[in-house]
C-alpha cells in the first residue's frame, strides 16, 4: 500500500504527459480508447501509442493509471476484455474502474492487474470503501460530494487502502458524472464516455413575441425580470436572466482544494488528483508546479505557508476556469457552488505558446504561438526550472530571420526570436504566458483556453 503523497495529473495526450510530468506530476491517468469517460477527445486510439506513454513514463520513475471507468452495456463486454487484455500486457500501475461486473471479470482474467475504484462508483462511505477492499481493490477514489469529515471516517474504519481525492478542475452539477444530462439533449451518453458538457452549455432565449421576434439574431436585451416558478412551489421565484453571451442555468464552478491540502491528508489521502485531461499543455504544466510546490512544502514543513497558498492560488487562476470553490469539503457549497454568468475563462492571463525550437548556441527559439501576439506584449518563460520576462520586439516569420512581423496569430505559422538566457534542455518543456490584454474581453470566444 502506497503511503506516499502523490501528485496524480491528467494525461489527455503524450504531450500532455510530458509536460505534466517535467512539472512535477508522481503519477498521471491516461484513457483506454472507448472504454474510459473521455472517449471522444482522446488520442490513445493508438495502443501503440499508449505503450509510448508507458514506457516514457516508467522511465521517469513515475506511474500511469489506465481508466476504464464506463458502466458497460452488455454488447461492449466482449471488447472490452479484448482491449484489457492488449492493456495488461503493457504494464500499467492500474486500471482505474467502475462497473463491478468489469471488474470481477478483469480479476478473474487478469488476477496480477491492479485496479483502483473509480469517483464514478460513487464511493460516499466507509461500508462500501470495505466492501471493495475485501474484494481486493487497492485505492479508492472518493466522491467528489464528501466533506473531509467524512473521509476521515472513512480513513480510520477501512486504513488500509489508499485513498484518491481530487484537489483541482471542474466538477458536474451530477453525482460524480452519473448523469444522463448529455444523453438527454445531445443524445451523448456520459457514462459511456462521451458527454457533450451540457450543463455548461450557455443558452439563449429566442420566440420573445414581446419584442417581435421569433428568433433573434442578435442580441436584445431582455426587458424586465424573468422569474421561473415550479408549479407544486408556489411563491419560491428563481430569477432567470441573459446576456449577450446567453445564460448558464447550470454551470458548476470549478474545484480548487488548494485550503484543504493539509486537511486532506491528515484524513488519510494520499493521492491528490487534478481533473483536465482535455485541457492543455498549459494547464498540465501550470497546475501541476502549483500543487507540486504545496505537496513539497506540506511534506518539508507540515503546513502550507500563506505565501505559498497565495502564490498557488494565483497560479491556477492564470488557467482556465469558471471560478473556484472547495468542493464539498468544508461543507455544501449551495449557490456560491454556481457560476450563472459565464461558461469559462475568468483567468488572469493567457496562453501565449511554447517553444518547440531552441539553439542552445544562437539562442532562437522557434514558437508555437496560442494566442494572438503583438509586438510590445509582455511574455513570461517559464520552464520547471526558471521563470523569466521578456517584451516582444523583434520577432519573424522564419529561422533565416528575413519576415520580420509586428504580430502572429494563434493557429499560424511559428514565429523565431533571440532570448537573452539559454533553455537548454528544458526548452522542450517550455511554455509561454501574458497577461490578459485589455482589448480582449474575458468571454471572447478566439480565445484558447487555457
Ligand atoms: S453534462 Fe455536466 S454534469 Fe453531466 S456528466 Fe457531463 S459534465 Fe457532468
Known amino acids: 500500500m502506497n503511503t506516499e503523497l502523490e501528485l496524480l495529473m491528467p494525461g489527455g495526450s503524450l504531450d500532455k504527459i510530458r509536460y505534466a510530468i517535467a512539472y512535477g506530476a508522481d503519477a498521471v491517468y491516461a484513457g483506454v480508447p472507448r472504454y474510459s469517460l473521455r472517449a471522444r477527445e482522446n488520442e490513445f486510439f493508438d495502443p501503440e501509442l499508449i505503450k509510448e506513454a508507458v514506457d516514457f513514463v516508467h522511465a521517469r520513475g513515475k506511474k500511469i493509471y489506465l481508466t476504464c471507468n464506463i458502466y458497460a452495456h452488455n454488447n461492449k463486454i466482449n471488447g472490452f476484455m479484448d482491449a484489457m487484455a492488449d492493456m495488461v500486457a503493457l504494464k500499467p500501475d492500474a486500471f482505474i474502474m467502475t462497473d463491478p461486473g468489469l471488474i470481477a471479470l478483469t480479476k478473474e482474467k487478469f488476477p496480477e492487474a491492479v485496479i483502483h ?152 489521502v494520499v493521492s491528490f488528483k487534478v481533473e483536465g485531461r482535455n485541457k492543455t499543455e498549459y494547464y498540465a504544466s501550470l497546475v501541476a508546479r502549483a500543487y ?93 526550472k526558471q521563470e523569466f520576462e521578456i517584451e516582444l520586439d523583434e520577432f519573424y516569420y522564419d529561422e533565416a530571420l528575413t519576415k520580420p512581423t509586428d504580430h502572429a496569430h494563434g493557429g499560424g505559422k511559428n514565429i523565431y526570436l533571440k532570448l537573452a538566457m539559454d533553455l537548454g534542455e528544458d526548452f522542450a518543456s517550455t511554455i509561454i504566458r501574458m497577461p490578459y490584454k485589455e482589448a480582449q474581453t474575458l468571454r471572447k470566444r478566439t480565445v484558447v483556453a487555457a
Not at 485505492?139 to 473531509?148: F, K, N
Request: aromatic residues 8%; hydrophobic residues 35%; proline residues 3%.
Open 117 to 268: 475504484l473509480s469517483t464514478q462508483a460513487n464511493n460516499t462511505n466507509w461500508a462500501q470503501v470495505k466492501f471493495w477492499k475485501d474484494y481486493g481493490i487497492e485505492r479508492a477514489i472518493l466522491a467528489r460530494e464528501l466533506r473531509i469529515e467524512e473521509i476521515r471516517e472513512i480513513h480510520e474504519q477501512v486504513p488500509d487502502i489508499e485513498l484518491e481525492a481530487f484537489v483541482h478542475g471542474s466538477i458536474c452539477m451530477a453525482y460524480s458524472g452519473r448523469c444522463l444530462l448529455s444523453n438527454y439533449l445531445s443524445y451523448r451518453d456520459a457514462n459511456q464516455g462521451t458527454c457533450s458538457h451540457s450543463c455548461r452549455w450557455g443558452f439563449k432565449v429566442n420566440g420573445n413575441a414581446a419584442q417581435g421576434d421569433d428568433v433573434r439574431t442578435e442580441y436584445v436585451p431582455l426587458e424586465g425580470e424573468f422569474l421561473l416558478e415550479e408549479r407544486e412551489r408556489p411563491g419560491e421565484m428563481m430569477p432567470v436572466d441573459e446576456d449577450e453571451y446567453g445564460t448558464y442555468i447550470m454551470n458548476s464552478k470549478d474545484l480548487c482544494g488548494i485550503d484543504y491540502i493539509k486537511d486532506l491528508r491528515d484524513a488519510g
Open 292 to 384: 507540486r510546490r504545496g505537496l513539497d512544502e506540506l511534506q518539508a514543513k507540515d503546513s502550507i505557508s500563506d505565501e505559498t497558498r497565495d502564490w498557488m492560488l494565483a497560479e491556477v487562476s492564470t488557467t482556465a476556469n469558471r471560478g473556484f470553490i472547495p468542493g464539498f469539503y468544508p461543507r455544501n457549497a449551495k449557490a456560491a457552488a454556481q457560476e450563472l454568468e459565464r461558461s469559462h475563462c475568468v483567468q488572469t492571463h493567457l496562453y501565449a505558446g511554447r517553444v518547440v525550437g531552441f539553439d542552445s548556441e544562437t539562442q532562437l527559439a522557434c514558437i508555437e504561438v496560442k494566442n494572438r501576439l503583438d509586438k510590445g506584449d509582455k511574455l513570461s518563460f517559464i520552464t520547471p
